[in-house]
T-cell receptor, first 111, second 113 residues
Framework: GQQVMQIPQYQHVQEGEDFTTYCNSSTTLSNIQWYKQRPGGHPVFLIQLVKSGEVKKQKRLTFQFGEAKKNSSLHITATQTTDVGTYFCAGPGQAGTALIFGKGTTLSVSS | DAGITQSPRHKVTETGTPVTLRCHQTENHRYMYWYRQDPGHGLRLIHYSYGVKDTDKGEVSDGYSVSRSKTEDFLLTLESATSSQTSVYFC????????????FGSGTRLTVV
């Protein structure tokens, strides 16, 4: 079945360092979404990318969608302790309905 | 998020008993989803609904059933709870106004003993 894979599973950084998580799909995606889940919380929608090669920015967060629409990345510049949490990518399932989520990348930041 | 609530927030139940979790939305959205979250597995789709009485299975649907008799309510039933169903269960709605991004409820932490 369709799979969405994320690496790394865990990442620890010092505050101020950059962070990147990568997402790869076994199939071409019509779009990809990113979510953030704070410890003890629920996933929160960050952004959707639709176009091949698309790049979007939200303050210190940069999201990219690959040219082949099978991979994506989230880059955080100069991490802060407020960036702590698990970041998930997700793409539509084969039926084009419910999202299939990657297993997430958990980011910890020490000050 | 205002607009989607899950109940109960926490539940402990015994193996073999039926359990029903409730997801309630106030925004009249067509699509609703149930996911479970377990360490090392991320979020896995159990069932989803695309309208009243219209539901379909996800990747981990065995042992679960759902019902949607009203637009606002999506119920998840564990027919006979097992320890492997100990998990955090999230309900979500899809909002067209937010690029169809999902809005999740606060979750139900279920422990089967």
């Amino acid at each position: 079945g369709q799979q969405v894979m994320q690496i790394p599973q865990y990442q620890h950084v010092q505050e101020g360092e950059d962070f990147t998580t990568y997402c790869n799909s076994s199939t071409t995606l019509s779009n990809i979404q990113w979510y953030k889940q704070r410890p003890g919380g629920h996933p929160v929608f960050l952004i959707q990318l639709v176009k091949s090669g698309e790049v979007k920015k939200q303050k210190r967060l940069t999201f990219q969608f690959g040219e082949a629409k099978k991979n994506s990345s989230l880059h955080i510049t100069a991490t802060q302790t407020t960036d702590v949490g698990t970041y998930f990518c997700a793409g539509p399932g084969q039926a084009g309905t419910a999202l299939i989520f990657g297993k997430g990348t958990t980011l910890s930041v020490s000050s | 998020d205002a607009g989607i609530t899950q109940s109960p927030r926490h539940k402990v139940t015994e193996t073999g008993t039926p359990v029903t979790l409730r997801c309630h939305q106030t925004e009249n959205h067509r699509y609703m989803y149930w996911y479970r979250q377990d360490p090392g597995h991320g979020l896995r789709l159990i069932h989803y609904s695309y309208g009243v009485k219209d539901t379909d299975k996800g990747e981990v649907s065995d042992g679960y059933s759902v019902s949607r008799s009203k637009t606002e309510d999506f119920l998840l039933t564990l027919e006979s709870a097992t320890s492997s169903q100990t998990s955090v269960y999230f309900c979500a709605i899809s909002r067209p106004s937010e690029s169809f991004g999902y809005t999740f409820g606060s979750g139900t932490r279920l422990t089967v003993v």
